[in-house]
């Protein structure tokens, strides 16, 4: 559940790739809207938080899988769910007027390019989470070793533990001239690798609007960038991780140009909820 780069080389659009999200459910709490209560005040148990991630890591180191950090934008979005499951007395990863999972995510703060989330009732927590490894699914999303944070919310009620299990592959967090900078190191080696010597990276702050323009409108677009004045080359893509360079970066980065300018932006979309890098260069 990881994401690829999306290239567009010159005028060529190729095709938005979205993000898949994972969503597993539980069987939902058969219970009338008459039962439904007030979600109580957030006394959320942070005891148990702490045991289940620990159950968590626990099972991952035992498959030889990385553990999981805790990361405090998924425990608030994982707090909430589990605050309007408690309200409505029922397992579900939607409910009227909530975002899905991954919206939630990008809403506060995290950037992530796939997500999962596991939900569940039980009288225990060790409970809890026995009974989600024995569901394919949510085993699937607590094994899977794409993912490197995780955010845990618990109320407990006269109903038992009602548990949200918040799970995403965090990209890197870098600003607008990080990112640039990134690229920048990685086309150095590549062109290094190749056998010529890198052409120097000129300065050219339209292209960092251009990159934002492109997010806005959830699509690839070189058109704005090849009508800069000098320009022979343009190549326009996403990417989780700005060093990672595309496969079409051969076409645009050869011995003979003189020179190439890089814009930077990072932001959420349609088909990228949790946020991706938008990139793109141009050559001279």
């Given at each position: ?8 080389a010159m005028r060529r659009v190729c095709q938005r790739h ?267």
């Open positions: 559940m990881t994401g690829g780069n999306q290239t567009v979205v993000f898949p999200v994972l969503i597993v459910v539980l069987v939902m709490l058969a219970r009338s809207s008459s039962q439904t209560s007030p979600a109580p005040a957030a006394q959320f148990d942070s005891a148990a938080e702490a045991q289940l991630v620990q159950l968590l890591n626990q099972t991952r180191t035992e498959h030889g899988l990385a553990p999981l950090t805790v990361d405090d934008r998924l425990t608030r979005a994982a707090r909430k769910h589990t605050q309007l499951m408690v309200q409505h007395l029922a397992l579900s990863h939607q409910f009227d007027g909530e975002p899905p999972p991954q919206t939630r995510f990008s809403n506060e703060g995290l950037p992530s390019d796939s997500s999962s989330e596991n939900v569940a009732l039980n009288a225990t927590i060790p409970g809890a989470h026995d009974a989600l490894m024995h569901s394919p699914p949510h085993r699937e999303a607590i094994l899977d070793p794409n993912y490197n944070v995780v955010g845990v919310g618990v109320l407990q009620t006269d109903e038992g533990f009602f548990v949200t299990e918040e799970f995403a592959r965090k990209l890197p967090e870098m600003s607008e001239l990080e990112a640039e900078a990134a690229v920048q190191t990685a086309i150095e080696k590549y062109a290094r690798s190749n056998g010529f010597s890198p052409a120097g990276r000129k300065p050219q702050p339209q292209l960092r609007h251009i990159a934002c323009r492109m997010a806005l409108n959830d699509a690839l677009d070189s058109s704005d960038a090849m009508g800069l004045f000098g320009v022979h080359g343009v190549l326009a893509w996403t990417a989780a991780d700005p060093a990672k360079l595309p496969k079409g970066i051969g076409q645009v980065l050869k011995p003979q140009i003189s020179g190439y300018s890089l814009g930077a932006c990072f932001a959420p979309s349609v088909s990228h909820p949790g946020g991706v890098y938008w990139l793109v260069m141009v050559t001279y």
